[in-house]
Structure formats: structure tokens, C-alpha cells
């Protein structure tokens, strides 16, 4: 089969650029490893710039039919005390299950040829440019022949190997671990309340997503120890008092019966936008902290940014060596500030020293909270 554009993975990133593309007239495909619904690492928050992306594809009433939880407000518990503010935009919550589905249907809708499900085992490049060796375990296999490939298969995969990326073999020793828990287990949660817990090495971000269901998804900086992902939270149970406060149960009764989704050693440095001529976008441009709650945002906006290029260059007749510098100029410009400042906000949180410094700062002068919220926005 011969597509123009062929994108590899189909979450917010992958399934939004074939969209757009699919509008402005590009022959695209989208390949995805998954039968959906499916569920993946996240914690599930959707930030005003997902909703934009949303009213901007038209997509926003049907993602309104899903009941999605509103969200407005903010809190973060640390060494017995609380900090919290009104986010200044409408937030939700909701299940990646139901939002990557809802976003790949409307690809299809568009006239995005999908295939799935089927993994990328080999991407070569030719002068024409690539051919994509196709497997399935379901299926029998494919060869797919595009101009272009763009790579949203989120932050780690077999291809990055095979493309010699730099961040492979960094160990990070940085793993996070994301549970749905049902609301009977759990007291304290507000549901219009995205919260966070903290303490030496980790933090836990809580929110619903549902009438019935709450996301835990936590990072930890597990320092060459091991751990399992309910070991790992009753040390923050241990640690943090408003955590603890949260079940009504002990821990083990609440996670242990519940299926886990994580990733380990999660690289937050810098990654190649472009790679042997393929465009990274999502989280396989790079990752931000999900403490800043906005990957998926992100996602979105690298995804539109890369198709208004695309656009670009086919009307202003653009070559190639200009479409990679272009995207990986405005990708900095849009994205460089948000990583950094997440990350910074990270380190202070993972210490105990510069967690109570920092944060004992924004208890005097908490109109700094919101200033941090939006240099992690778009």
C-alpha cells in the first residue's frame, strides 16, 4: 500500500495529527498495536488546550457525551499541610480508554486509513521515501510505502533501538504506575479536585474520571531499590497523613485486586524532534513531568503544530531540510519553557529540603501557585 503520510501509534498525538492532516487533504495512515479501547499510563487530566483541540475538530459534543468529570480546582499535601487554588480554565478527567477511542473514530470518520491492529517491526528508508514492515499476531502481515513517517508511539518503544536514540540505555530509575480504583474503597476525594501527594521520592496524583472511578498515577524515584507498585505507596501512606487519609481500607485491599499499568526508567531529557527524516511528536519528542498535567495537551498541540507545517509546505512549496528546521524551531518555541519549568517543580518535590523551602514559600504567598500552573501551560 502507498500512503503520503504514515503515522505510527494511535493516542492523542498519533490519531490528532491524522486528523488534521486528513482535513487539509493528505492521503495519511495511522497505525496502531492495539485493539481499542485500551488503557495506558496517564493520569487522565484533559487541560483547556485539550478542549480547544476538541471545539477546534468539532469533537467537543461528543466528548461531552462521554461524561467526562469537570475539574477546577487544584491541591497539593506535603509533610502534613495543603496548598490549593482555583485553576483559572475547565478541566476533566476521563479514562484514556474512552478518550483514545473517541479520537481514533473520528480519524476514521475523516478518512484516515487505520491499521490495526499491527506493529511496526521495520521502518527503511528510501529515496522515495520509507517502507514500513507491518506484524500482527491477528493478521497477516503488511508492507506500507509513505513519503513521510511520523513517530507518536508515546515515550519508549522497540523503533527508538532501532533509530539509535540516544536516551535507550539511560537507566532513570524513574517508574510510574497508574491504578483505577472504585469510589467505595476511598474517602476525601473531590471530585471536581485534581490532587497531589508528595514525599521523598515520589508523588501521586489523584483525580476522578467517572461517577464511579479514581486515577492514581505516581512517579517514584526508586534509587536502585526495589519496590512493588503497592510498596510503593504504602511508603507515601507512611509519609503523608492526607494520603492515608484517603482510604477508608488499608491499601493492600485497594490496589492489590486492581490491574496496574506503568513504565519504567521514564527519560525527561532532551530527544530528537527528527530522526533519519521522521518526525517525533507526543511523547516521542520527549516526555514532560505528569506532575505539570499536560501531556496529553501536549500531544495535541505537537500534533496540529506538525500538520499546519505539513500544510505549509505543500502550498508555499517548502523542501524538506526546511520543514525539519521549521518544526523543530516552533516545537522549541512552544514547548521548551513548559518542559523546563515541570521538570524544576519535579526536583523541588522529589527533595525534602527543597520541598519545604519551596513549598513553605508558596503557603506565604500563594498567588505564585497559579503563576506556576500556567508556565506549564500552553
Not at 487522565?44 to 467537543?60: G, I, Q
Not at 533509530?163 to 476525601?188: C, D, E, M
Not at 498515577?217 to 501512606?237: H, N
Not at 522529589?350 to 504567598?365: M, N, Q
Amino acid at each position: 500500500m502507498q500512503h503520503e503520510i504514515a503515522v505510527i501509534g494511535g493516542g492523542p498525538s498519533g490519531s490528532t495529527a491524522a486528523i488534521y492532516l486528513a482535513e487539509f487533504g493528505f492521503d495519511v495512515c495511522l497505525i496502531e498495536k492495539k485493539i481499542f479501547p485500551r488503557e495506558v499510563l496517564c493520569g487522565e487530566f484533559l487541560s483547556r488546550e485539550v478542549v480547544n483541540n476538541l471545539k477546534e475538530l468539532n469533537m467537543f459534543s461528543d466528548f461531552l457525551n462521554l461524561n467526562p468529570n469537570p475539574i477546577n480546582s487544584f491541591a497539593l499535601f506535603y509533610d502534613k499541610k495543603e496548598i490549593s487554588t482555583q485553576l483559572d480554565f475547565q478541566a476533566y478527567g476521563l479514562k484514556r480508554s474512552a478518550f483514545d477511542n473517541l479520537l481514533l473514530m473520528n480519524a476514521k470518520a475523516k478518512g484516515v486509513k487505520v491499521y490495526q491492529p499491527y506493529e511496526v517491526s521495520e521502518i527503511i528508508k528510501k529515496d522515495s521515501g520509507y517502507k514500513l514492515s507491518l506484524k500482527s499476531s491477528v493478521q497477516s502481515s503488511q508492507i506500507i510505502n509513505s513519503r513521510y513517517v511520523i513517530a507518536a508511539y508515546g515515550k519508549r518503544n522497540h523503533l527508538d533501538a532501532k533509530l539509535n536514540r540516544k536516551f535507550v540505555s539511560y537507566k532513570s530509575n524513574l517508574n510510574g504506575i497508574k491504578y483505577h480504583v472504585n469510589k467505595k474503597f476511598l474517602r476525601n476525594v473531590k471530585d471536581d479536585q485534581i490532587q497531589i501527594f508528595s514525599a521523598d521520592g515520589i508523588y501521586c496524583g489523584v483525580n476522578s474520571v467517572s461517577n464511579e472511578e479514581v486515577t492514581f498515577c505516581f512517579l517514584e524515584d526508586r534509587d536502585g531499590i526495589s519496590r512493588t507498585p503497592v510498596q510503593s505507596l504504602e511508603r507515601l501512606v507512611n509519609s503523608n497523613s492526607s494520603f492515608k487519609s484517603l482510604f477508608s481500607l488499608g491499601i493492600g485491599n485497594v490496589f492489590l485486586s486492581n490491574r496496574v499499568y506503568g513504565s519504567g526508567d521514564i527519560f525527561f531529557g532532551r530527544r530528537g524532534r527528527v530522526e533519519n527524516g521522521i518526525f517525533m511528536i507526543g511523547d516521542a519528542a520527549q516526555v514532560i513531568t505528569p506532575l505539570a498535567g499536560d501531556g496529553i495537551s501536549m500531544a495535541m498541540d505537537s500534533a496540529k503544530l506538525l500538520a499546519n507545517l505539513f500544510n505549509n509546505k505543500k502550498q508555499k512549496h517548502i523542501s524538506d531540510a526546511g520543514l525539519y528546521e521549521m518544526y523543530n524551531g516552533e516545537w522549541q518555541k512552544c514547548f521548551e519553557r513548559r518542559l523546563k519549568t515541570a521538570l524544576f517543580i519535579q526536583k523541588v518535590l522529589f527533595k525534602k529540603a527543597g520541598r519545604r523551602i519551596g513549598l513553605s514559600g508558596l503557603r506565604y504567598f500563594p498567588q505564585a501557585l497559579n503563576y506556576f500552573i500556567k508556565k506549564t501551560r500552553g
